[in-house]
């Protein structure tokens, strides 16, 4: 292999002006960022650039947070900021800091009295079997989550329209519905 | 406010091609797409920019930092400007709202394909009279969500050609309320009228709005209320929720019974900016609310539209929903 080695560095040495510098690239130094994500305080040590989604999932080793289109068009980044829903894609972390983060794996035993007891739209979305490939369902969740907080529900068709920014590639949208409308008791709901 | 000034008298700003930065929605996914390369970013979610109130004229001030969201669905909007609330809404996915600050709003960069894609000639992402001749990938291309009016064919050399649309639902609500837009930057503060603030390509494609270098936008105020009783947001789009606008309408009528006492008639998804036509809305003044009357507003309204291929069907589409809009905000057809 060293052959092919010489060869390239011998290519690379004519491509490259024979009186110039070779220019060195120096990238933004890295700097420190804490976020409050489920309720613990994270220092992290981040390039200025990385996204509060490669944060959660690169950094922090929370990886329920998926990356789906990572251009703020399917919803499965969704996290909760300050009880809102927003695409973690879309946003610097830096940006976030000071803020309140809830991911996926922090909706779970809020409650003191029940440790480890699901969160109800968890729940729900297994009861009603509200997925298939599970792959954006962490998003359609923490949407859901966000969605009830926002109190605006009154019908169906406001559920679908309030859950547009979640798409789901298994088409699991029927069940979704059923659990959300389960959750807010929009109407009695029990699933086979 | 101070803080405000402090930050638009930034020199070094400047020289670090320096963007500020609110939401991010539109600004963080175009430097994935290395669109945008800023040589900094400014955070300017701090700033005291975040409130909704009354001002002296009847009127109601929508700080720039207000998110989308709070803005559609605070109560003084929701009650005096339901215009503004139901375009809103119609707009992206409530995530996006939450984050999309009404100012960031203002600054939508268009989602031309072209101007997105790199490897494509763009006059507006690479103008021409920077860096020898670019061109517009869309005419003679795939041009299904392009402008047909006031779009340039430009100088013979092709370095101003532009078809790309404004891509805002907002602001099309705002050209039919008539809202003015204040800026603070280095020669103080200013006030623009929203039909000045974006504008066409004319022989610069790069250039969405009339801001000068280092201004920024504090807030949108809305004129004394109108329309609240007669009015219409219908958006036409290839899916049913959370997508970009082929064509939009936004009407505000004043109604005298049957008659139409003052129409405003604002135009999405077919122009570089909002599209309005006050010709096309005075031929409306003082007439019976009918589909025959609305017809020949629809004809002014699009004098002069050209298609260029996949969007021609855009022409007759804008036709008929302004005279759909038109009869929804006179409640002579239902909204649904």
Redesign the interface.
Same mark, same amino acid.
Do not use: F
């Given at each position: 292999m060293i052959w092919t080695r010489l060869l390239l560095d011998y290519m690379i040495t004519q491509l490259e002006p024979k009186s110039a510098a070779k220019p060195v690239a120096s990238l933004p130094e890295t700097r420190p960022v804490t976020l409050m994500i489920n309720g613990a305080e994270q220092s992290l040590t981040l390039a200025?650039?990385t996204?509060l989604l490669d944060a959660l999932r690169e950094y922090c080793d929370l990886t329920g947070t998926k990356k789906g289109c990572?251009? +703020?068009q399917c919803?499965a980044c969704?996290v909760l900021v300050d009880g809102?829903?927003?695409?973690a894609?879309?946003?610097?972390a830096?940006?976030q800091e000071g803020r309140s983060i809830t991911t996926i794996e922090g909706l779970a035993g809020n409650d003191p009295s029940a440790p480890g007891q699901l969160h109800p739209v968890q729940q729900a979305f297994i009861d009603h079997d509200a997925f298939q490939c599970g792959y954006c369902t962490p998003g359609q969740i923490c949407?859901t989550v966000?969605?009830i907080n926002?109190g605006?529900v009154r019908t169906t068709a406001d559920i679908?329209?309030?859950?547009? +920014?979640?798409i789901c590639r298994c088409g699991a949208y029927t069940h979704i519905v059923d659990a959300i409308e389960d959750v807010l008791q929009l109407r009695t709901n029990q699933p086979a | 406010m101070e803080a405000v000034g402090e930050l638009t008298t930034e020199k070094s700003l400047d020289s670090a091609g320096a963007k500020f930065?609110a939401?991010?929605?539109n600004l963080?996914?175009l430097?994935?797409e290395n669109v945008e390369r800023p040589g900094r970013?400014v955070?300017i979610?701090h700033l005291p920019l975040n409130t909704i109130e009354e001002i002296e004229d009847g009127g109601l001030r929508l700080d720039a930092l207000v998110s989308n969201?709070d803005t559609a669905?605070h109560p003084l909007v929701e009650q005096r400007y339901p215009l503004l609330s139901q375009t809103i809404l119609a707009g992206?996915?409530?995530?996006?709202r939450?984050?999309a600050t009404n100012g960031g709003n203002l600054f939508q960069r268009t989602r031309c394909y072209y101007f997105y894609d790199t490897a494509m000639p763009c006059n507006k992402r690479e103008p021409g009279q920077n860096a020898g001749p670019s061109g517009c990938g869309a005419i003679g291309g795939y041009n299904r969500i392009h402008a047909i009016l006031g779009t340039t064919e430009g100088t013979e050399d092709g370095q101003s050609q532009c078809i790309a649309t404004y891509p805002s639902d907002m602001a099309v609500a705002l050209a039919a309320l008539e809202a003015v837009i204040r800026v603070t930057g280095p020669n103080g503060e200013r006030t623009i009228p929203i039909g000045e603030f974006h504008r066409l390509p004319g022989q610069e494609p790069q250039r969405d709005n009339t801001l000068e270098p280092g201004e920024i936008v504090t807030a949108i105020d809305l004129p004394a209320p109108r329309f609240v009783d007669n009015h219409m947001y219908l958006k036409l789009r290839d899916?049913?929720?959370?997508a970009f606008a082929l064509v939009s309408v936004a009407v505000g009528l004043e109604m005298e019974g049957d008659v139409v006492k003052d129409v405003r008639i604002a135009l999405g998804g077919v122009a570089h900016k909002p599209w309005r036509k006050p010709e096309a809305e005075a031929l409306l003044v003082g007439k019976t609310a009918t589909k025959e009357n609305f017809r020949p507003v629809a004809d002014s309204l699009l004098e002069g539209a050209v298609g260029y291929g996949h969007n021609t069907f855009k022409i007759e589409l804008a036709h008929r929903a302004i005279i759909r809009a038109l009869g929804q905000a006179a409640k002579l057809e239902p909204t649904a």
């Open positions: 200025p650039w996204t990572d251009h +703020g919803g969704t809102k829903r927003i695409n894609c879309l946003t610097l830096v940006m949407s966000g969605l926002e605006k679908k329209e309030l859950m547009s +920014g979640n | 930065i939401g991010g929605t963080i996914d430097m994935k970013l955070d979610n969201a669905y992206a996915s409530p995530q996006l939450n984050m899916r049913a929720s959370y």
